[in-house]
């Protein structure tokens, strides 16, 4: 029995690396920006910053030590990252430094399947950036699990984080303190207005629509998390619970600074997500 080979077809190579990379012409730019409206200026400008990492790979020399080597890393690679990188600081929130949205559900991370759309690249490549990114100490992945009824664990979109320290490489370091600086004061106005002060604000401010009750802590100081509630929550838009949870991860960083960020929004999803009156 004979088998029909295909023909062979050279490859055509118009000028530079076969997956689309040309040294001498890179694609900095998002191919599909996000249509957010009122992002923080600040990560637009951070976005310009970055791209001066291709020309100048000194500018964040431990990405450009990723490759573990003595040489520069590849044109392609830095492309890579700049890309990668840009794409999540378009869905950034300036609190925790998080990659997501909030939504009435809690703040929900982005898959990297998501942000595809924005970079133009395969997944392959991202991952490969993704790696060196995390090397180079730029950006943390943390892939959380859930527990599913019948024993199993379900992986959930990776939780992926800014370094603060970015900022600080491209001298935004002050205007990110400034912003959130500027953040605090507009909840110190709201905690003003209403009555009491920040640290009462923190405990009576969890309402969307209703009161939410705080109920028993674990021994690490978060809410328990235990059966939903028969009643599904009401309903609320993204943009009032997004405000909502923001300022309750302020009221409880100024209750406590010795907080990080990460733990002010893990509480405040927790509390928000847990004890939603019905």
Known sequence: MSVKKRAYVPRVNGGGNFCG???DAPRLELVKPSTLKNRP?????????VQQYYRSPSR??????????????????REACILVLNSILEYTDLT??????PTSTGFQSLTFEFLAQFTGMGLRRIERAVADLKIGNILTVSQPRQLQEDG???????????????????????WLKHERQRASERLAKKAKKQGGNLGQWSRSA???GRMLVVGKRTHDGLPRRGSPAASSPPRVDA??????????????????????????????EAILTKKLAS
Do not use: W
């Open 60 to 77: 964040l020399p431990s990405l450009n030590a990723a490759n573990r080597s003595k040489r520069q890393q590849r044109s392609e690679r």
């Open 96 to 101: 925790s430094l998080r990659c997501g949205v």
């Open 206 to 208: 969890l309402a969307i």
């Open 41 to 49: 200026k600040i990560l637009g400008r951070l976005q310009e910053e």
């Open 239 to 268: 943009e009032t619970y997004g405000r909502m949870l923001n300022d309750l991860v302020l009221a409880l960083k100024q209750e406590d600074p010795s907080r990080d960020g990460a733990t002010c929004r893990q509480i405040a």
């Open 152 to 174: 199993s664990y379900k992986g959930l979109a990776a939780v992926k984080a800014v370094n603060s320290l970015l900022f600080g490489a491209f001298g935004l370091l002050k």
């Open 21 to 23: 990379h040309r040294p």
